[in-house]
């Protein structure tokens, strides 16, 4: 018998256990307390572990982080060697690829405008663009960008991608590392940014780079809010260098009553749930995890600490 400790929403945990208790009776999940044998276990499952994880966790052999993104974590409290795994489910990824879908049919037939017209009374048709003359450009060719891609394919919009790394993707004008993002930017006519949070990529999306994108350029982040300089972005709406934006994550979450984002008329704001951990696929890939390291390989979606995601 394994201990696997479960910290997370208790509602949601309930298919958790279901699933432990079916496919894999000799991991016991058990919810978290703060004392008690639950302390002891090898393995924990949460979005925030509690503090100073390597004291209070002392037999732990693999967190597995509730999430995709791992930005949030305290990494200087984690012992050194403990793998961190991110959540990498394919009903995670179809979210995904699907509010990237929305957001970018949103932009490309001027939903937002169509939104402040109405609010305002207004009857007051733009010309229809067409997908061929919409460039769409995908910054971060990772799980969910690609998908985000394959999802866009089928609409005929002139896709392009940036990543790292080079990639080859079939269909898709691949850019790669800062030396090729100036080429990236000049034909994005809606960015999307699927980029994790990592030191490099924090304030990536700011004044600078908006210049670099062609005039009237539209914007989606469902990466994180700290990828985008917000006064920049204002700034750029407000000067129409950049036309809308639709925004999934912000820079402070819940944002306050009185955020300009919130009010700017040419900004759809979604409350961070362009994607959520699905609890059955979620609970099988920790089980998969878990089997991996006993089985002595590593865990599948470790996340490399060196690049930050
Ligand atoms: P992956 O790790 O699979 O992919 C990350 C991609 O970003 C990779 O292609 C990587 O390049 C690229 N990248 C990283 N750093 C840089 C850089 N400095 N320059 C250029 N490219 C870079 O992550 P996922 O696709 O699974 O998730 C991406 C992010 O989406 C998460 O980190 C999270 O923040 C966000 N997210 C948001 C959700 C929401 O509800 N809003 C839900 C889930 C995720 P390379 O391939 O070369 O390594
Ligand atoms: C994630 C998220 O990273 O929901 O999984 O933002």
Request: charged share 20%; glycine share 8%.
């Given at each position: 018998m394994?201990?696997v400790?479960y910290?997370s929403?208790p509602?949601?945990?309930?298919?958790?256990?279901?699933?432990?208790?079916?496919e894999?009776?000799?991991?016991?999940?058990?919810?978290w307390?703060t004392?008690?044998?639950?302390?002891q276990?090898?393995?924990?499952?949460?979005?925030?572990?509690?503090?100073?994880?390597?004291?209070?966790?002392?037999?732990?052999r693999?967190?597995?982080?509730?999430?995709?993104?791992?930005?949030?974590?305290?990494w200087?409290?984690?012992p050194?060697?403990?793998?961190?795994?991110?959540?990498v489910?394919?009903a995670l990824?179809?979210?995904m690829a699907e509010?990237?879908?929305?957001?970018v049919l949103?932009?490309?037939?001027d939903?937002?405008?169509?939104?402040?017209?109405?609010a305002?009374g207004?009857?007051?048709?733009?010309?229809v663009?067409?997908?061929?003359?919409?460039?769409v450009?995908v910054?971060?060719l990772?799980?969910?960008g690609?998908?985000?891609l394959?999802?866009?394919?089928?609409?005929?919009f002139?896709?392009?991608?940036?990543?790292?790394s080079?990639?080859?993707?079939?269909?898709?004008?691949?850019?790669?590392g800062?030396?090729?993002?100036?080429?990236?930017?000049?034909?994005?006519?809606?960015?999307?940014?699927?980029?994790?949070?990592?030191?490099?990529t924090?304030g990536?999306?700011?004044a600078?780079?908006?210049?670099?994108?062609?005039e009237?350029?539209?914007?989606?982040?469902?990466?994180?809010?700290?990828?985008?300089?917000e006064?920049d972005?204002l700034?750029a709406?407000?000067?129409?260098r950049?036309?809308?934006?639709?925004?999934d994550?912000l820079?402070?979450?819940?944002?306050?009553?009185?955020?300009?984002?919130?009010?700017?008329p040419?900004?759809v704001?979604t409350?961070?749930?362009?994607?959520?951990?699905?609890p059955a696929?979620a609970a099988?890939?920790?089980?998969?995890?878990?089997?991996?390291?006993?089985?002595?390989?590593?865990i599948p979606?470790?996340?490399?600490?060196?690049q930050g995601?």
């Amino acid at each position: 018998m394994t201990l696997v400790a479960y910290k997370s929403d208790p509602v949601r945990g309930a298919i958790w256990h279901e699933v432990f208790r079916r496919e894999a009776p000799d991991l016991v999940l058990t919810d978290w307390s703060t004392s008690g044998e639950v302390a002891q276990a090898p393995y924990l499952v949460a979005w925030t572990p509690p503090a100073d994880l390597g004291v209070a966790m002392p037999n732990l052999r693999a967190f597995f982080c509730m999430g995709a993104g791992t930005d949030h974590l305290p990494w200087a409290e984690f012992p050194p060697g403990l793998p961190v795994v991110r959540m990498v489910d394919e009903a995670l990824t179809q979210s995904m690829a699907e509010y990237v879908a929305m957001a970018v049919l949103m932009l490309h037939r001027d939903m937002a405008s169509y939104r402040a017209d109405q609010a305002a009374g207004r009857w007051s048709a733009r010309p229809v663009r067409a997908a061929a003359d919409r460039r769409v450009g995908v910054m971060g060719l990772g799980v969910m960008g690609q998908a985000a891609l394959q999802i866009l394919k089928p609409f005929g919009f002139p896709l392009a991608g940036w990543s790292a790394s080079r990639k080859r993707i079939d269909g898709v004008e691949t850019f790669a590392g800062m030396a090729e993002l100036d080429a990236f930017l000049d034909r994005a006519d809606i960015l999307v940014c699927l980029l994790p949070l990592t030191s490099e990529t924090r304030g990536l999306l700011d004044a600078d780079l908006f210049r670099k994108l062609p005039e009237g350029a539209m914007l989606v982040n469902a990466g994180r809010g700290g990828h985008v300089v917000e006064g920049d972005l204002l700034r750029a709406l407000d000067e129409g260098r950049l036309a809308s934006a639709v925004l999934d994550v912000l820079l402070s979450e819940p944002p306050s009553a009185d955020d300009p984002l919130l009010a700017h008329p040419a900004v759809v704001v979604t409350p961070h749930v362009a994607s959520a951990t699905h609890p059955a696929g979620a609970a099988r890939q920790v089980i998969a995890g878990i089997r991996a390291q006993q089985a002595g390989r590593t865990i599948p979606h470790t996340v490399d600490r060196t690049q930050g995601y």
